[in-house]
């Protein structure tokens, strides 16, 4: 078991979110003030946090000195969500949130082409087993793989962490533009193929979120490995029509697929009905619906890893 401070910054974050979401502010903040203690290298989550928990308690000087600090130590979000984030409303009457957003703006123009994809991998490296697991949006790489840290699958799989070059925010990234998401797989499937002992097909891909749908899209049509199987966390599915066109044509024989999703998560519908859509052209699919969680990873994540390496891989 993990003591208090040896938890991955994804479990405090999970139990910070579900505290906030509650409405216990008293609670967040204090939490939010020991995680930006214990995890100072993710400011660019937790600044964003207390400045929403000072909106919400109607401190608005204090959300807007420490967002104008973030800013001055380089950190910044993407404007548009800035815009969207309902917990920032009590603050978006003031003069100065245009002039926060006009900043973080101007900063992802010049974020924009500086970014190449990279790539992040653990495990066994002469492992045949692969996964290629690709970030949500406006994550990166080293983060995302805190999720498969400390598994078992660790010790007989190799697992790549490709990151988009598209900037989305301070240690963001996304997947937006579907050319260049392709390119940068692309890049980091050939990076990840030079650095394992095997360059092996049998390579499962992965994603949560739109990772997840890409996961998917590139599984039934990209097909970057030559069996086309994926497991998506949460995908963000929205349009059945294009993976329907690409069932009707009967080039997805190979394919295999797992869907985890929790059952408050916004896309769960859609996820049942592609879901739906697969078996009823007999490709070979799992949906996991988790109890109580949302758009998110579920605390026993490892449990339905090692699940679906299983039923993808027939091992």
């Not at 949500?136 to 400390?150: C, I, P, V």
């Given at each position: 078991m993990r003591s208090q401070i040896q938890k991955r910054f994804a479990d405090w974050e999970r139990e910070a979110f579900r505290t906030f979401r509650k409405g216990d502010l008293k609670k967040s903040r204090e939490m939010s003030e020991e995680i930006a203690g214990l995890?100072?290298?993710?400011?660019?989550?937790?600044?964003?946090?207390?400045?929403?928990?000072?909106?919400?308690?109607?401190?608005?000087?204090?959300?807007?000195?420490?967002a104008f600090q973030a800013l001055h130590d380089g950190i910044w979000w993407h404007p548009e969500r800035l815009r969207e984030e309902p917990e920032l409303d009590p603050l978006k009457s003031d003069a100065r949130f245009d002039l926060l957003v006009e900043a973080c703006y101007n900063l992802m123009k010049q974020e924009s082409d500086r970014h190449l994809p990279m790539l992040y991998s653990m495990g066994d490296t002469q492992s045949r087993k692969?996964?290629?697991?690709?970030?949500?949006?406006?994550?990166?790489?080293?983060?995302?793989?805190?999720?498969?840290?400390?598994?078992?699958?660790?010790?007989?799989?190799?697992?790549?962490?490709?990151?988009?070059?598209?900037?989305?925010?301070?240690?963001?990234?996304?997947?937006?533009?579907?050319?260049?998401?392709?390119?940068?797989?692309?890049?980091?499937?050939?990076?990840?193929?030079?650095?394992?002992?095997?360059?092996?097909?049998?390579?499962?891909?992965?994603?949560?979120?739109?990772?997840?749908?890409?996961?998917?899209?590139?599984?039934?049509?990209w097909k970057p490995f030559r069996e086309s199987r994926f497991f998506a966390v949460v995908p963000s599915i929205r349009d059945l029509k294009p993976y329907e066109a690409i069932l009707r044509e009967g080039i997805c024989r190979d394919t295999r697929g797992y869907i985890l999703t929790g059952e408050y998560d916004p896309y769960i519908d859609q996820a049942a009905a592609f879901h739906k859509l697969l078996t009823d052209y007999d490709v070979p699919c799992k949906l996991k619906i988790v109890n109580g969680i949302g758009h998110e990873f579920p605390e026993d994540f490892e449990t339905y890893l090692l699940e679906a390496a299983e039923f993808l891989t027939g091992e």
């Open positions: 995890f100072p290298e993710k400011r660019y989550k937790t600044d964003m946090w207390r400045i929403s928990i000072h909106a919400r308690t109607g401190e608005k000087e204090a959300a807007f000195r420490l692969r996964m290629f697991a690709i970030h949500w949006r406006g994550d990166n790489a080293s983060a995302f793989s805190e999720y498969w840290e400390e598994t078992a699958l660790l010790s007989d799989w190799h697992v790549g962490f490709p990151q988009s070059s598209q900037v989305f925010g301070y240690e963001r990234f996304c997947w937006d533009d579907e050319q260049r998401a392709r390119a940068d797989l692309s890049e980091s499937k050939r990076h990840f193929d030079e650095i394992s002992m095997s360059n092996s097909d049998q390579t499962v891909l992965c994603g949560a979120s739109q990772g997840g749908k890409l996961a998917i899209d590139s599984a039934l049509g």
